[in-house]
């Protein structure tokens, strides 16, 4: 028996299964706690005295079992004293925003019912306690099997890919001196990159120089420089002045991108994730060319972008921006601020180390670092709306472990040694450590279409990430990289 029981008690399932373990998730995304072993192990047994329990949740394939004397009249018993049991509903749908809303409402009724206490810092500290060697060992060669769904679900290079599964697996080979954790990543580079014509917001387009750097094959970078001349830039958006206009809307055949028409401009807006695609490909071409054109068009885009999208007196960027600044009706989303910085990443990693515009890149990292660091939570994490109350708004796994991944670098590689970027990415990952298990980011809020409503951004729902084992081994990763810096 535990010497001090945890309120909520779970006990393995039959078998594993996705929606019982999302029911898990949420629990602990809640921070309820309940006990479970190495390997994020649960009990199997019902405790012959359930003293101390408020909530027991079961498996519904294993109700025979609990049927049957004296299993049933303890948790009979149990229930007559005010006890609360769950059957998790395995019918659910299986991950995704829909699966993370109904079980969210099923976990929250249960911790309502029972009286469960939320945030608990028993569970915090225990999820904090997992060995970093335990996460690691789940994470490591589990690329193949995050890009065979992205194959499956016909996603190329595009946020989850770029982002996430490609950089951790070349990184990982080097970091651990494993070359074949980053064989799956030659394979998806050379079976797949004729796929990036299909949409115009591709990324993880600077790994073509990782590719033909290990291989010698420059087919990748040879096709991605075909696209780019072809279309001059691509995708072929309308600019105002040095941004990239209203991404959803092309410029036809024949028109002129320079000159927009009246009606665009009067509604003109940019959001940080075209920073992605023109950061990254940008600078890539220009390197693979020798043609500085790209990455000076890169540049421009990226500085004006920045005025258009950062709000001084937060130190944010919102999701929406105009020509005279943010628009405030959108909201300063935590995934927004990680994709604007991550194109500023994609060119710091790839554009001349002497390069006169460095230091203009470098400043961007600097004053958004002053508004994060007046934001991260006391778990050390960010909300999906940074500027949000704790009640209002969710813990981002995805942002966070993002700023851990940026500003990690950052520091390690010396573009910024700001003496709080340390102890800021040392909080952040106590924090993600909360939103693991089974080594696996919860509480990962889905990407969204821009809005001009901060409800938008508030209400958006969360996930188990698909690349989620890629973000976690990613995130230690750098941390391990800026220490021994």
């Not at 279309?231 to 320079?258: I, Y």
């Amino acid at each position: 028996m535990e010497m001090n029981p945890s309120p909520l008690l779970i006990l393995a399932p039959a078998q594993p299964h996705a929606v019982y373990t999302q029911y898990i998730r949420q629990f602990a995304d809640f921070g309820v706690h309940f006990s479970f072993g190495e390997g994020w192990s649960l009990p199997q047994e019902l405790p012959l005295d359930l003293d101390g329990r408020l909530c027991v949740m079961l498996d519904e394939t294993r109700r025979e079992e609990f049927s049957r004397e004296p299993v049933a009249s303890r948790l009979r018993d149990f229930q007559a004293r005010g006890g609360h049991v769950i059957w998790p509903d395995l019918k659910t749908p299986a991950g995704g925003a829909l699966g993370d809303l109904l079980v969210r409402h099923a976990v929250s009724r249960a911790i309502n019912t029972a009286g469960l206490p939320t945030r608990d810092p028993a569970m915090i500290a225990r999820m904090q306690a997992v060995d970093d060697a335990a996460l690691v060992a789940a994470c490591k060669g589990s690329t193949a099997d995050e890009l065979g769904q992205y194959i499956r679900m016909g996603n190329y290079f595009l946020d989850p890919v770029g982002m996430w599964t490609l950089p951790t697996a070349i990184e990982a080979a080097e970091f651990f001196g494993e070359p074949d954790l980053a064989a799956p990543a030659w394979e998806y580079i050379a079976k797949h990159h004729l796929q990036i014509d299909r949409r115009p917001d591709f990324h993880g387009t600077q790994h073509f120089l990782d590719y033909e750097r290990e291989t010698g094959d420059r087919k990748p970078l040879e096709h991605l420089h075909a696209l780019c001349a072809a279309a001059n830039p691509l995708p072929k958006l309308w600019r105002m002045g040095d941004v990239f206009l209203n991404c959803d809307l092309q410029v036809p055949e024949g028109a002129d991108p320079e000159r927009p028409p009246r009606r665009l401009l009067e509604n003109a807006w940019v959001w940080p994730e075209t920073n992605l695609w023109v950061g990254e490909t940008y600078a890539t071409v220009s390197r693979f060319t020798g043609d500085s054109r790209w990455l000076d068009r890169a540049l421009a885009h990226v500085l004006g972008a920045d005025r258009w999208l950062f709000e001084p007196k937060s130190a944010l960027y919102w999701h929406v921006g105009r020509p005279n600044g943010p628009d405030l009706r959108s909201a300063p989303w935590a995934r927004g601020n990680s994709h604007f910085l991550w194109g500023v990443r994609s060119m710091l990693n790839v554009m001349p180390a002497d390069h006169p515009r460095r230091p203009d890149l470098y400043a961007l990292l600097q004053k958004n670092l002053d508004g994060l660091l007046r934001v991260q939570g006391e778990d050390g994490l960010w909300l999906n709306v940074l500027d949000a109350a704790t009640v209002d708004s969710r813990p981002c796994s995805s942002a966070s472990s993002q700023f851990v991944r940026i500003y990690a670098r950052a520091w390690a590689r010396g573009w910024l040694r700001d003496e709080r970027i340390p102890p800021m990415v040392e909080r952040a990952w106590q924090g993600l450590k909360t939103k693991v298990w089974d080594g696996r980011f919860f509480a990962w809020c889905v990407g969204t279409a821009h809005g001009i409503s901060r409800q938008t951004y508030l209400a958006r729902p969360h996930d188990s990430f698909r690349p989620a084992r890629s973000a976690l081994l990613g995130a230690w990763m750098e941390i391990q990289k800026m220490r021994a810096a």
